[in-house]
């Protein structure tokens, strides 16, 4: 997981994007828990601390995360994707 502001800045900046507090509020809903949680559920937690985010937002930011390797899109073959926060090698269980 990293955590640092300037590594978080660093990774964003090399792919052409700044460290807005929109994505450092996102990808610390994703990172502050165990699960694996959809948009939506990461949309309503972030709008506790930003409350004119919207939805749209959540979910573009999420790209950016992903695209920058700050989390992980985790496909269960659902019609939602989950993320993960946690880069470090570990399994996932699907049943």
Known sequence: M???KKEI??????????LTK???AVLRVVQSTDSHPDARW???????EIPKISLGTVYRTLG?????GLVQE????SSFSHYDGNLERHQHIVC
């Open 22 to 24: 929109q994505r450092l």
């Open 9 to 18: 800045g660093r990774r964003l900046s090399a792919k052409g994007y700044r």
């Open 64 to 68: 950016v995360l992903k695209e920058t």
């Open 74 to 77: 985790l496909d269960y073959g």
């Open 2 to 4: 990293i955590s640092d």
């Open 42 to 48: 990461i949309y309503e937690r972030v709008r506790k």
